[in-house]
């Protein structure tokens, strides 16, 4: 399995930024993607996910109404669309599979892993 992350950068306070994730290696139709945030001395925090059978999408209460995910199946890609950027937003981002249902929480219960990609917002 590989995940390829990519899309972050340096934007203001304000602007917006959209992260993909592109998986590969693997044949399976039931399966979940999410994006975790990881800042240093902290343990990965759950942000979103997204269930590539159906399509239902799940947030985390700090990014309702300003993240949207999204998937591109034929492509094998998730998407993270982040608007309202915020310096807390502040993170490396990591996006991670499992097969099976999304599950919101600990980052153990997912089964594998991006590179994670920088992003950083500045005030």
């Known amino acids: 399995v590989q995940l390829q992350a990519s899309g972050g950068g340096l934007v203001q306070s304000g602007g917006s930024l959209r992260l993909s994730c592109a998986a590969s290696g693997f044949t399976a139709d039931y399966y979940a993607i999410a994006w975790f945030t990881q800042v240093p001395g902290k343990e990965r925090e759950w942000v979103s996910c997204?269930?590539?059978?159906?399509?239902?999408?799940y947030y985390a209460d700090s990014v309702k109404g300003r993240f949207t995910i999204s998937r591109d199946n034929a492509k094998d890609t998730v998407y993270l669309q982040m608007n309202s950027l915020k310096p807390e937003d502040t993170a490396v981002y990591y996006c991670?599979?499992?097969?099976?249902?999304?599950?919101?929480?600990?980052?153990?219960?997912?089964?594998?892993w991006g590179q994670g990609t920088q992003v950083t917002v500045s005030s």
């Open positions: 997204i269930s590539r059978s159906n399509g239902n999408t």
């Open positions: 991670a599979i499992r097969f099976g249902r999304c599950v919101s929480g600990s980052y153990r219960s997912y089964d594998s």
